[in-house]
């Protein structure tokens, strides 16, 4: 039986119909229901871009424009050197994304955070060391 506000090919999930929303969206969000992954906020990973724009900016500030600007390094020294830094600004993204989305605590994801967390940091002060030559 199907009840008002639901689609029938959700597999017996619950998915209520957005208002406001297109086909595609509504598609979207059947499909993710049918397969048992929740639907992700958008809002979530706008929080969470947002975040991780302004982290880049002060990490390209700390980081990547004095490695880019030192003339005296051969450009594969240059490319491999930025990578780290691009890698942890994607991690980290990621990262938020991930806590951003989340419904309720979870002990095991909070852990995770922490830890990548303190690996982020330590690549951070890693780097920024290395850039002052210490």
Known sequence: ???PGTHQNTG???VTEGRGCDGASRATRALAASAGVPWLSPMAAL???ILTAAAASILWMLVIEPIVADSTQA???VLIATAYP???IVIL???LRILLDRHG???AL???ASGVGAFLMSDLIYSVLAVDGT
Do not use: K, Y
């Open 110 to 112: 909070l852990l995770f």
């Open 105 to 107: 605590s979870n002990t």
């Open 86 to 88: 691009l890698a942890d």
């Open 1 to 3: 039986m199907v009840r």
């Open 75 to 77: 450009p594969l020294q």
């Open 93 to 95: 993204g990621l990262l």
């Open 12 to 14: 017996g999930h619950d």
């Open 47 to 49: 929080d969470a871009s």
